[in-house]
């Protein structure tokens, strides 16, 4: 593994071979990414997440609108999880780099065709501007430096690159109100009465809430998060709200129905639950300028 990747390696990279994954030793990690680290790398957890998450069709066909055709590419997944991103996707990139920072996770994303790393994606071991594509999918909302996170997944992208990110929420639409955030913070007591809920116990669900660090009311990503971060580094960058159940149909400007919950809660906040800043969720597709010289 270590052989494939030295070519995009920093020189004073400091990385160890650990037999299933490469490793970047991560020094004093945050609270988050211990958490991160703790929930992904439970085994049962992993599974449900790779089972039962971003694998849906509506997801595929929009994943591949946006990433287009990646065979012989070099691709980077920022907080690839258990894989769940080529699981779905498929297909034959060059070389697939998946990042995360949970073990248990890193291993499972071997076996869908990943060369697995551990590192910390606020300052990962690589060059600059090698990577045809990078792609952080529900990634930067369990980061504390959602910022320096995006920054970083940028500077790997090759000029004519592209950088695609999704399922983050859009903190418009999160920042509930009144009654609604009342509701918010009853959610999951309601859960406990009702038997829904995608978590099954209630260490699973601690840890899950505490994994997933902007993803609350007032916290969240915006149009301008990604504009103001990626167009300063030379990227045309294009953001699309939707609400998860659409497929390539976002990238034409199309948001889709959340589900009656969702809505209820931006009414409650005093918004029009049709509004794109009410859309659930936002995805990102960022093309890296190519400069030509005259």
């Given at each position: ?17 650990s037999?299933?994954y490469?490793?970047?030793p991560?020094?004093n990690p945050?609270?988050?990414?211990k958490?991160n ?24 066909s929009?994943w591949q ?10 691709v980077?997944?920022?907080?690839c999880g ?9 297909g ?18 071997k ?7 551990l590192a ?5 071991p690589?060059?600059s ?5 990078v ?9 504390e430096?959602m ?19 999704d399922?983050?929420p ?7 109100k009144?009654?609604?955030k ?7 007591l ?9 978590h099954?116990t209630?260490s ?9 660090i902007?993803h ?5 990503v ?10 300063p ?5 294009h953001?699309f ?6 497929g ?6 199309e948001?889709?129905r959340a589900?009656l919950?969702?809505r209820?809660?931006?009414i ?12 659930l969720?936002l ?8 400069h030509?010289?005259?």
């Amino acid at each position: 593994m270590m052989s494939v990747l030295k070519p995009f390696l920093n020189p004073e990279a400091e990385i160890y071979d650990s037999g299933s994954y490469l490793e970047c030793p991560i020094q004093n990690p945050s609270e988050g990414l211990k958490a991160n680290a703790y929930y992904f790398n439970h085994p049962e957890w992993a599974e449900e997440y790779l089972t039962y998450c971003h694998r849906s069709e509506s997801f595929k066909s929009r994943w591949q609108a946006a990433v287009g055709d990646w065979t012989d590419k070099v691709v980077v997944d920022i907080g690839c999880g258990p894989g769940n991103i080529f699981a779905t996707l498929q297909g034959k990139p060059k070389l697939l780099i998946g990042i995360d920072v949970a073990p248990g996770s890193l291993m499972l994303a071997k076996k869908q065709g990943y060369l697995p790393l551990l590192a910390d994606a606020t300052k990962l071991p690589f060059i600059s501007g090698f990577a045809d594509i990078v792609t952080l999918n529900a990634a930067l909302h369990h980061c504390e430096d959602m910022e320096a996170i995006l920054k970083e997944a940028a500077r790997l992208v090759k000029p004519g690159g592209i950088i695609v990110t999704d399922h983050d929420p859009q903190r418009s639409a999160w920042d509930y109100k009144g009654l609604a955030k009342l509701l918010w913070n009853g959610r999951l007591l309601i859960y406990k009465i009702t038997g829904h809920g995608f978590h099954k116990t209630n260490s699973q669900q601690f840890w899950g809430l505490a994994c997933e660090i902007h993803h609350k009311p007032g916290h969240g990503v915006s149009k301008e998060f990604f504009i103001n971060n990626l167009k300063p580094l030379g990227f045309d960058v294009h953001v699309f709200p939707h609400n998860h159940e659409l497929g390539a149909e976002v990238l034409q400007g199309e948001k889709g129905r959340a589900e009656l919950k969702y809505r209820i809660g931006n009414i409650l906040s005093g918004r029009n639950p049709k509004a794109e800043s009410s859309a659930l969720t936002l995805m990102c597709v960022a093309r890296k300028m190519e400069h030509v010289l005259t």
